[in-house]
């Protein structure tokens, strides 16, 4: 007897050592990331009892079947199952209730979801370790069952999992810029993930783990083309195309949107024009509106860029942005949204790029219909490593404004440069317009549109770090207050471990790696460095581009005496643009904040700034010290190697060697480059250039995805 209780205690003993170890240590199995931040692991121990309440997904319902209802419940039968190794749960212990079906004085009655927007959710835990969501709508239920088990995953707990959350604003969507061939422009993970070739006898599943990982972070929309559009993506070949993807979404809670190429009605309607106040042209889009909606009743609507890049658009015909977007929107009615891009600028305009948009748009503030929203990019001029917030923000009371960030690395080292935007994006987001709150607050209304990092590569995204930006988008979408900090710790939890100190380790490394990467490319308020066409490193000497505006020259204006562009009162005037109480923390060169120097005055380069030292000794101290944090960076990810798992920490470590490389090439150029133009020494103390401009103007990339 007593011999086999020690048996059995020693077996325990044992089990618990195992799981214990299982957590600890490194798993022996390569991941390859493709499981995102869904993996759920095995959870140990005690840990293992935050996920038995939803073992085998055992659940009562109160609330009408429905597929999107069915995969919240088999969601959670399957992480149960996986996170504590067990199929069947003799007792149901989790509760899905529609706040419908809730009788009012019932413990599972929720006040908060009273009229909350679409997608709300009540969390709540019982003594008895039952747990309960409610919702107003099944698709509230689906996210509240996510939310719950990022709580898990992160914490192996389900003590002081979120009570209440609702979406901070109605539109959270992903802007694919991906070809109908299969091409993603300025995508660094493999082809599209959208496969129109086979679509629509054919559905791939990445079609599916696609919608479930954007539900499980909120985000509802999916422009599923460039906005370089193609007319033929509005031909019905393609809607049924596009149905098959609306229908495999829709329980996801996701809806479709498309680019429209404005000169549509002309490039495949017959039409000889595309004159947005032409009858004809009117019923062409009312009736492709009509055609789209029988076969895809909740079709989201359209995204256009127009007169944008050599885009078609109303102006072609004398007519301005308000008439081609409400046109639009007179055609899909209450049905949908039409999102009308504020990305424009003119070669022929020769007033600062800067300042053309809002120069374009505020003046037809009020004209919108209500069914436009106007999508405006976190900057004025280009998601670069650092921009002020774009002025258009504060100063279009009366229209629907929605804030387009660029999740793909275009302008911050493609996938290969380890960089979380979650702090660059919260700074837009918290500020202050000056005029009408911040930034978050201003596109509440209408919502955060993030031009995707997708791609066919087995890790989705190019690199294990770029999916904490897609993570990161779709959590500040639904919640802009979040910190970053929070936002990394939870996705590194999921994502590689939820051992403490490796937790810390991560945080640390992403939260202050996008300032680094703008500290080695563009300080100081520097912007648009990155080479022709690609923007794959650095080409400060280009100048002679026929595009002024797309000339990095026409950016730093660099010469012997100083840099930077000055858009103060004496030079573009820039500044105008923003509320005086915005202007004036930028206006002053000794009081402004150095991150935006440059990109609001020229400096001579042994002007001495309020640290004490010149321009030029701050700006080669910060290009060093950018160097530095890449080195630290990958110092401390390699104390990793015991608790990543070897696919993973291989890939992140050979990256990151990458950028170690790439750092130092952005650092010996632009100074080799800034030196040729002002003839000084480095500073005392800093590492002599290691190549001549000679050197790094003679390279080329003729394999850089972009040309
Ligand atoms: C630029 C990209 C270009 C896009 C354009 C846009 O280089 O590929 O077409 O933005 O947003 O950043 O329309």
């Known amino acids: 007897m007593m011999r086999g209780r020690g048996l059995v205690n020693q077996l325990a003993t044992l089990v618990v050592t195992i799981l214990t170890c299982v957590w600890m240590t490194v798993p022996a199995y390569a991941e390859d990331g493709y499981d995102l931040w869904l993996r759920y692991t095995l959870l140990s121990g005690e840990e293992a009892n935050a996920a038995r309440p939803f073992v085998g997904g055992s659940v009562q319902l109160l609330a009408d ?13 399957e992480a149960g199952a996986a996170m504590t190794g067990l199929k069947i749960s003799p007792h149901p212990q989790l509760v899905l209730a529609r706040a419908d079906r809730v009788e009012s004085g019932s413990y599972l009655a929720e006040i908060r979801l009273v009229g909350a927007p679409e997608g709300a959710f009540s969390i709540r835990t019982a003594r008895n370790g039952r747990i309960a969501i409610t919702a107003n709508d099944d698709i509230g239920l689906l996210y509240g069952t996510f939310a719950l088990l990022r709580h898990v995953q992160a914490t192996g707990s389900n003590e002081g999992v979120e009570r209440f959350s609702a979406p901070a604003m109605p ?46 972070i909120g985000i509802n929309g999916a422009v599923v083309n460039n906005v370089n559009a193609r007319s033929f993506m509005l031909e019905p070949r393609y809607i049924a195309k596009l149905k098959r993807l609306a229908d495999a979404w829709r329980p996801y809670g996701i809806r ?33 509106a009509d055609e789209i909606y029988a076969a895809i009743p909740d079709f989201g609507g359209f995204l256009v860029k127009a007169n944008s890049e050599g885009q078609p658009g109303p102006q072609d015909y004398g007519r301005t942005h308000a008439d081609g977007a409400n046109m639009l929107a007179e055609a899909l009615g209450p049905r949908g949204t039409v999102i009308w891009r504020a990305f424009v600028y003119s070669a022929e305009d020769e007033t600062d790029r800067a300042k ?20 405006v990019k976190n900057g004025p001029i280009d998601f670069q490593p650092r921009e002020p917030f774009h002025p258009i923000f504060g100063a279009m009371p009366n229209t629907r404004l929605m804030l387009e960030a660029q999740i793909t690395k275009e302008y911050l080292g493609f996938a290969s440069h ?92 992403m939260l202050g790696s996008r300032e680094t990467v703008a500290r080695y490319m563009t300080p100081m308020g520097l912007a648009h460095l990155m080479d022709t066409g690609h923007h794959y490193g650095p080409a400060p000497w280009v100048c002679d581009l026929p595009r002024p505006e797309w000339n990095p020259c ?89 608790v990543i798992d070897p696919g ?44 001549t401009l000679g050197e790094y103007r003679a390279r080329r990339f003729p394999e850089a995805p972009g040309q």
Do not use: C
Request: hydrophobic share 40%; no cysteine.
């Open 356 to 375: 053309q948009a809002y120069a374009e748009f505020v003046p037809l503030d009020g004209q919108f219909a209500d069914n436009v929203i106007v999508q």
């Open 418 to 509: 380890l960089a979380f935007l979650a702090p660059m994006w919260k700074e837009v987001l918290d500020a202050e317009t000056g005029r009408m709150g911040s930034v978050a607050q201003v596109v509440a209304p209408a919502g955060l549109a993030g031009v995707a990092n997708t791609g066919s590569d087995r890790n989705w995204t190019g690199s294990h770090f770029d999916q904490a930006n897609w993570y990161a988008f779709g959590r500040l979408a639904w919640n802009p207050s979040l910190d970053s900090e929070t936002i990394a710790r939870e996705w590194a939890a999921q994502t590689f471990t939820r051992h403490p100190a490796s937790i810390d380790r991560i945080a640390n490394i």
């Open 256 to 288: 479709v949107y498309l680019s429209a190429r404005f000169s549509a009605p002309r490039d495949i309607g017959g039409l000889d024009t595309a004159d947005p106040l032409d009858p004809a042209v009117r019923a062409w889009w009312q009736a492709k």
């Open 171 to 216: 539109l959270r969507m992903l802007n694919h810029w991906d070809n109908p061939d299969g091409h993603v422009e300025r995508g660094y993970a493999g082809r599209s993930i959208f496969d129109w070739w086979h679509l629509p006898e054919k559905l791939d599943q990445r079609m599916i783990d696609y919608a479930r990982a954007n539900a499980s």
């Open 65 to 77: 079947r429905s597929e999107t209802i069915n995969r919240a419940i088999s969601e959670l039968g």
């Open 648 to 691: 993973r920490f291989r890939d992140v470590s050979q990256n990151l060697a990458i950028q170690q490389a790439e750092a130092r090439w952005w650092r010996g150029t632009s100074l080799a480059y800034w030196q040729s133009l002002n003839n000084l020494p480095l500073p005392e103390g800093a590492q002599p250039v290691p190549d």
């Open 554 to 642: 026409y950016y730093h204006r660099a010469d012997e005496q100083g840099i930077g562009f000055d858009r103060t009162v004496s030079g573009s005037d820039a500044l105008s643009q923003y509320h005086p109480s915005v202007a004036s923390q930028w206006a002053d060169p000794a009081q402004i904040d150095p991150r935006f120097l440059l990109w609001f005055h020229r400096v001579d380069w042994n002007e001495r700034l309020p640290s004490g030292r010149t321009l030029w000794e701050e700006l080669v101290g910060r290009y060093d010290r950018g160097i530095a944090e890449v080195d630290a960076m990958t110092a401390s990810w390699a104390l990793l190697e015991d």
